[in-house]
């Protein structure tokens, strides 16, 4: 039997800025990025509406952020593990982005399942 594999897969190098990033399938002149901003800000770093996706991220910038999205039929198993690569306030902190979405069963709330955390100092 195979592993699974993402029905769709796209990759490309993309500028990050303002400490977030936002995914827009199909920009609506009715999308309230502000408010989805202000969500993912207040709450877990991460907010979502039918117009698009904002994720707030640990850097402040970089501009040639290697970034892969990925597009399941049902949940991916478990990836690798998060690398520490790069400190915030430089603007080539060597992050990467995986972002990986399927439709679930059902009406789950948008939420990280994984995330990299500063080890403490």
């Not at 699974?4 to 309230?32: I, T």
């Not at 999205?69 to 990467?96: A, C, H, K, M």
């Given at each position: 039997?195979?592993?699974?594999v993402?029905?769709?897969?796209e ?5 990050l ?5 936002c995914?827009c399938?199909?920009p609506s002149p ?14 877990s770093?991460?907010?979502a509406?039918?117009?698009g996706v904002i994720v707030i ?6 501009f ?10 049902d ?5 690798p593990?998060?690398?520490n690569?790069?400190?915030?306030g430089?603007t080539?902190p060597?992050d ?8 679930p ?5 948008v939420r990280?399942?994984?995330q990299?955390?500063?080890p403490?100092?």
């Amino acid at each position: 039997m195979s592993a699974p594999v993402p029905r769709r897969v796209e990759e490309r190098a993309v500028r990050l800025d303002y400490g977030q990033f936002c995914l827009c399938g199909h920009p609506s002149p009715d999308a309230d990025y502000m408010t989805l901003l202000e969500q993912a800000i207040n709450g877990s770093g991460i907010a979502a509406d039918d117009n698009g996706v904002i994720v707030i991220s640990p850097h402040q910038n970089n501009f040639e952020m290697p970034f892969r999205l990925e597009v399941w039929d049902d949940p991916p198993p478990i990836g690798p593990g998060f690398v520490n690569r790069g400190w915030p306030g430089s603007t080539i902190p060597g992050d990467r982005w995986r972002v990986q979405l399927w439709s679930p069963a059902g009406d789950i709330p948008v939420r990280r399942l994984k995330q990299w955390r500063q080890p403490a100092v």
